[in-house]
Structures are given as C-alpha cells and as structure tokens.
C-alpha cells in the first residue's frame, strides 16, 4: 500500500514494521520517524488507527489468559529463523508451503 506521494519515510517500510512501532519495539529516533510519516500520509496513519483497534480488542478479550511456555518458545524460535533468512515469512511462499520450520 501506498498513497502515492514521496515520503522521507516510506509506505512500505512504515506497514512492514508497525507492530513493531505499536509494541514499543524500536528507537525513540524510528517511533519519531513513523510519527512523523503518520502526520503526512492518511492511509498510514488509518492502517495504523486499525491495527491499534485490533490490538486493543485482542487484549481486552484475550489479554488474561496465559500463553503455554511451549508455544511461545515456538512463535520466537520461528520469529528468529524468519528474521535470520533461513525461511521466508509467510507472504512470501507459495500457498500451502509450510515451510522446514513447519512442524515447530
């Protein structure tokens, strides 16, 4: 997605990484960064106002209910193969491609 004007910041880049910015995840220089690009692009900034809707319901309905330690141990282990290259995230294979880490 993208609105079409130039940004310092760009759409692309602001969409891969905004749950990341709605966790607090990043530095205090790219949360300014993404700030500043919510400020100029509407389309950011309503698929961020949806994404921290969802968040909030997700929280509200299912905030209090303990995640295994199993099955967190398997979403960070997945997480890092993703971000080291050793499988593609989702988005990028072909459907029913579970991917080597599948069964994790």
């Known amino acids: 997605m993208s609105c079409g004007e130039p940004h310092e910041t760009d759409c692309s880049e602001v969409l891969d990484h905004l ?17 500043e690009h919510f400020g100029e692009c509407s389309p950011c900034l309503e698929k961020y106002g949806l994404e921290q809707a969802v968040k909030k ?13 199993d099955l967190r141990a398997k979403v960070l282990t997945r997480i890092e193969l993703i971000r080291s290259g ?13 991917g080597p880490a599948a069964a994790t």
């Open 57 to 69: 319901l997700v929280k509200r309905c299912c905030g209090h209910d303990d995640v295994p330690g």
């Open 86 to 98: 050793q499988i593609p995230p989702v988005s990028e294979r072909s459907a029913g491609d579970a």
């Open 19 to 35: 749950y990341e910015y709605l966790d607090r995840e990043m530095s205090d220089v790219e949360r300014h960064k993404f700030e």
